[in-house]
Structure formats: C-alpha cells, structure tokens
C-alpha cells in the first residue's frame, strides 16, 4: 500500500512541476500585500513629517515677522496708521529740530485672499517680510501702545499670533 502511495506520488511530482496560473496570481498578490504593509509606515511617517515641517516653518515665519515689526515699534516714538494698510513709524527723532532721522513703513496688502506685509527702512528699499497673511492687525492706542496680530496660512494649515508693545517714550519738545 505504501508502495503503491509512493508511486502515485513520483508520477504526480514528476509531470506536475510548473505551477498555474492561478498559483502564480495568487503568489504575486500575497507578495504585493506584504510589501505594502511593509511600506505603508514609512509613507504615513514622511507625511506627518511633512506636515510637522510646514508648521513649524509657517510659524517661525510669522515669529520673525512679529520679533521684526515690534523691534522696530519699541524704537519708535510715533506711529502714523492714517493710510489704510500703510504703517509709518518715525524713529531716533531728532531733539534739536524734532524731525525724525529714520522711518520705517510696514505695508500690508492683501491680494486674492493673501497677501504681504513688507518692510521699507529707506525710500529705496523694500523687503518681503513675511507672504501669505490672510489678516494683519495693527491697532495703535491713545496711550502709545500698538496691538499686533498676524494671521499666516500655507498648505491648508493658519497661524495666529498676537503681541502688544509700547511705543518709546519721548521727553516733550
């Protein structure tokens, strides 16, 4: 009986050596599911890390921004907001003519739902400060002191940051 067992066995293993096509199919697919769930970790992971980078860049931006505008206001003794969008301030006043020697102007404007603070410490000069503002608040108080907010939004993702700062004070002419 076992012979006999054997027998079949040689004659089945020695015309039965390639497999079929289902066999085939069936080992390609099981072979393609491993490999994706042997990748699908790391594409998630470069995502969020993708994610976390945008972040973190969208909100050093809007830090340089604020760190920048608020030097300059704490250098100030006066601030003109009366041209909307356009902020001027007037720095190192000149006590014996009362004129000021350096002014900056902050310029916000908003185009297509963003848009652009920019910063001219001279006539000639004007930098890009910081791209993609959807809302920037400079609200100056009677008693010298200017609010800040800059709302910044990149790759589905929006920051807000806000800030307060007084102006410098100046002896009266």
Excluded at 24 to 48: D, K, N
């Amino acid at each position: 009986m076992k012979e006999q067992v054997y027998r079949k066995m040689k004659h089945y293993i020695a015309y039965n050596k390639a497999m079929t096509l289902v066999e085939a199919i069936i080992v390609i697919v099981l072979i393609t599911i491993m490999i994706a769930a042997a990748i699908a970790p790391y594409i998630l992971q470069q995502q969020i890390l993708r994610r976390q980078f945008t972040l973190s860049r969208l909100q050093d931006d809007v830090s340089v921004a604020l760190a920048t505008i608020s030097k300059d206001i704490m250098q100030a003794y006066e601030v003109d907001d009366s041209v909307a969008g356009q902020y001027t301030l007037n720095i190192d006043k000149d006590l014996g003519t009362g004129n000021p020697t350096t002014i900056i102007v902050y310029d916000y404007t908003p185009a297509a739902g963003t848009g652009t603070i920019t910063r001219s410490p001279d006539s000639a000069t004007t930098v890009d400060l910081i791209t993609n503002v959807t809302n920037f608040t400079f609200n100056v108080t009677p008693r010298n002191y200017v609010d800040l907010s800059i709302t910044c939004e990149r790759d589905g993702f929006s920051i807000t940051q806000v800030t307060g700062i007084g102006l410098r004070a100046v002896a009266a002419d």
